[in-house]
């Protein structure tokens, strides 16, 4: 046995190495979904790789928005047919804008001291090619031990708008018995962060309109302008102590049970390694407010502004009332809350305080999901990654992060772990995005033993 | 007499209109301050078209900032030797922003029906040309009735910060018995407006910095970013009411005589004109707050967000916690307000508030300043633009807008009247500016009779 384990680990060593000049190509695809960049030959770069490992593939692109691929590799001879698991990634990316803080080339992958930086290696081209190269390793040896899918889509970065109505129509194509999410990281102290669930998100784009052209701001006495409006508007739904002040945020909330509470109480969290992570100016708002910062991770909904933009902000001084401001405000939401309940809260908040003409949209939202945290496949992920990284792990309830998943469990019904190949330093959505290539090969085994593992159960 | 007045009028026409192709090469050049752009060049084309129109010219460049250009064009042997007027101009412009919002290209000036379409046009290249032209048409007939010297530099539109000492050192250069200011434009009943004074100016900088990096906003139940942290800052400065609610910011006011309010008060004031102008969403601050327009345009200091950034600005979403937010603030300044003190002001506001992470810096100050309003020179530029425009004119005893007269005054002591060659409709610091042809040519007349009258008083 231990003589198996070697060698697999050999095996597996040896094909995510190999697998790294694809993943290169694939990095160089500047697939941003919030521009457009790239998602057609994207698309076609991603089936084709999946039809290079051997996989079925279908490009589904008849419900609208980016196209969602099918891959398929069904179990060996000598696996169990009637197991399967559903991969699920994307291959979209983040904008890789302030572009003048990358030290290198968002989209020229560059490997320095055995980490690779390009935008997308962590979130989330990364996890896909570290996928495919486990199924590899299996195939070269005795065949798969259990069917395999992948559902793959393009809008992930851009909040998932389409992808429902592809899961609705096509929840028998992608049936399963559990699903690996996307995403993962290992923590500042090496060890390996799993999730059972995460939390949803509901992004706005609130703008107001004061004129039809930018006027001499001479006029000032006479004429507000579009900056002060927003300014106002924002700063009444959530005051200096980070309390989101509109009515009716908080109401639908499904509180999480003291079980849960409990496990989330211990969880470790390293309050100043976060903040010397990020360089942080001031203290974190939990110290502020003297809370838990794991529990408000895991349970407070929060809201961001995300950008905001009004008037001149070029260099030096322009003496003008801007006509027009607007900003991007992210919601990340708790199980219960809706987007459609969160933008009737804040329309209804808006006209309550005198801002009728802060124009509110929503651009996407996600709700939020949670798997049983004692279901047995929960428990394998968690097993599996302790023997493959040959480290500790920590099980989240829930991930701060966001992602479709609910409408995963909603179709598919299936428990869904989140695990990928991040580090600590990862800056996932920030420039400088990387991996580790030592994580890239512990993370292939993972999959490994999760897939010969999950055959059994 | 009639005869001379007639004659004079054609012939100020005819050398207006030969002076719109040298205009046109003045107004190619993208003379902004703000940006760097075009000032030498600028420099040497303006110093040569003072030459060319019979000036002495100095370019001064020796106490930093963009030069200032002076020129000097002697009384004729039949005029008064013993009299002066300076002219002020500047060279530079407004940034253009928003490039996408002009008909045609800022430098690349458009005559349309009888306008003329540049940046510069109306502030201030336009009247720069326009008083040159006046000079011609005089020293064409009989010599200049007086001494004119002129006084063009090249920093008005970032707050002219270098001009103060250009001044000092130079008082004795640039010394007059009277000056005739940048600008000045007709209203919407086609009255001529003239200014004997100027509101100060002081722009602000407000920046904060949360991170050393953009985080991704799953972080934000834990972790606040510097918009919402720029937002809450603004927000204590300014209510939805437009109170400045920043302490000590009205200390220093120097309250306007009755007799000046009740001037004011008989001033023309078209509010829905103003409103129709703009395309106003809202209504005006001062019916809202039930005060007279008039008097809030001449009497009360601003507080304007002229423009502010932070985050992903860009298309979609973006799920980022801003690391750091700019916001630039002018604040329009009565008599008795300075820069210094409302630094002083806003600082101690924002520690007092909880937001000394907010830096603020003054980029740039000027201070207000009020001609006697009963000068014999300020009532014989009215008499003159009567004569000129055959229309109606309004003397406010002050601008809205703002420049360097208190500098003026304090080194030259000397009355000021700004008059100059705008129309209602000429968007200053704002796309498509424009004049009409037909003011600049009696504005050009305008500038004949006064030189002629002012040799005499």
Chains 1, 2 share one sequence.
């Not at 770069?45 to 490992?53: P, S």
């Not at 708002?285 to 070029?314: K, N, V, W």
Request: negative net charge.
């Amino acid at each position: 046995m231990i003589n198996e384990k070697e060698l697999l680990k050999e095996k597996a060593a040896y094909f995510a190495q190999e697998s790294l000049e694809t993943l290169n190509h694939y990095l160089r695809l500047p697939s941003v979904s919030a521009q457009h960049r790239a998602i057609p030959e994207t698309v076609e770069f991603v089936a084709g790789l999946l039809e290079t490992f051997g996989g079925k593939v279908k490009i589904l692109d008849d419900l609208g928005g980016n196209p969602v691929i099918y891959g398929f590799f069904p179990a060996g001879s000598q696996g169990n047919q009637s197991k399967t698991l559903l991969f699920y990634n994307h291959y979209d990316v983040q904008p890789p804008d302030p572009l003048g803080e990358w030290h290198s080339k968002p989209f020229e992958p560059l490997l320095k001291d055995g980490v690779l930086y390009a935008r997308g290696t962590a979130d989330n081209k990364g996890s896909l090619m570290q996928r495919l190269a486990a199924l590899k390793t299996l195939q070269e040896k005795e065949g798969l031990p259990c069917n395999v899918k992948f559902l793959i889509e393009g809008e992930e970065e851009s909040g998932s708008a389409h992808l429902e109505p592809y899961l609705k129509k096509y929840k028998e194509l992608f049936s399963a018995d559990a699903c690996i999410w996307e995403f993962g990281s290992k923590d500042n102290e090496e060890r390996v962060q799993l999730y059972a669930g995460i939390k949803g998100s509901a992004y706005f784009e609130l703008s107001t309109k004061s004129a039809e052209i930018d006027i001499h701001s001479s006029e000032a006495a006479c004429i507000d302008d579009a900056a002060w409006r927003l300014v106002q508007a924002l700063s009444s739904m959530k005051n200096q102590n980070n309390d989101i002040l509109v009515e009716g945020f908080f109401d639908e909330i499904e509180e999480p049970n003291e079980a849960l509470k409990k496990l989330v109480e211990n969880l470790p969290f390293d309050q100043e390694a976060l903040k010397n992570l990020y360089g942080l100016k001031r203290p974190l708002i939990t110290e502020a407010r003297g809370e838990d910062p794991r529990q408000a991770l895991m349970f407070h909904p929060t809201m961001t502004i995300c950008g905001m933009i009004s008037g001149y902000t070029g260099e030096g001084s322009k003496t003008v009332l801007p006509k027009e401001a607007s900003a991007k405000l992210d919601c990340r939401m708790v199980p219960g809350q809706t987007g459609e309940h969160l933008y009737k809260c804040i329309r209804r908040h808006l006209e309550r305080h005198g801002f009728s003409d802060i124009e509110v949209t929503l651009i996407n939202s996600q709700e939020a999901y949670r798997s049983d945290i004692n279901d047995p496949f929960v428990k394998l992920v968690n097993k599996t990654a302790q023997e493959a990284y040959q480290s500790e792990t920590v099980l989240f309830p829930t991930s701060p992060g966001t992602g479709p998943m609910y409408i995963f469990n909603k179709y598919l019904h299936l428990p869904i772990v989140s695990t990928g190949v991040g580090w600590a330093q990862s800056k996932a959505h920030a420039p400088n995005e990387s991996i580790r290539i030592k994580d890239y090969i512990d993370g292939t085994l993972h999959m490994v033993y999760l897939l010969k593992e999950f055959a059994k159960i």
